[in-house]
């Protein structure tokens, strides 16, 4: 069993930061790619941004550069620090790890979720 937890979420003002961060656990023998996406009501899950194991980083173009994913492999987690943030950028953000495990079967796991709210 895999558990993917996200915290840092919550209510900032439009140009503000927030710092998400997502922790993975359980039965696994490694992580490959890790990711944040996110869902805004009414809206499809878009990716934000995602890791490769060994480091190389990937954007969607409307991060323009205001967001940094990071990842602690001796930890098992993944960052995604979200600066001068805009109202569009409220949604629920998720965290998504690619897993193997101890008989050789990749698989993805998801965290729950957190929300995002970006209001003045």
């Known amino acids: 069993q895999v558990q993917v937890m996200e915290s840092g979420g919550g209510l900032v003002q439009p140009g503000g930061s927030l710092k998400l961060s997502c922790v993975v656990s359980?039965?696994?023998?490694?992580?490959?790619?890790m990711a944040w996406y996110r869902q805004a009501p009414g809206e499809q899950r878009e990716l934000v941004a995602r890791?490769?194991?060994?480091?190389?980083?990937t954007y969607a173009d409307f991060v323009q550069g205001r967001f940094t994913i990071s990842r602690d492999n001796t930890k098992n987690t993944v960052n995604l620090q979200m600066n001068n943030l805009k109202p569009e950028d409220t949604a629920e953000y998720s965290c998504?790890?690619?897993?193997?495990?101890?008989?050789?079967?990749?698989?993805?796991?998801w965290g729950p979720g957190t929300q995002v709210t970006v209001s003045s």
């Open positions: 998504n790890a690619g897993l193997m495990s101890s008989v050789g079967v990749a698989f993805w796991s």
């Open positions: 359980g039965d696994f023998v490694s992580i490959n790619t």
């Open positions: 890791v490769s194991a060994g480091g190389t980083t």
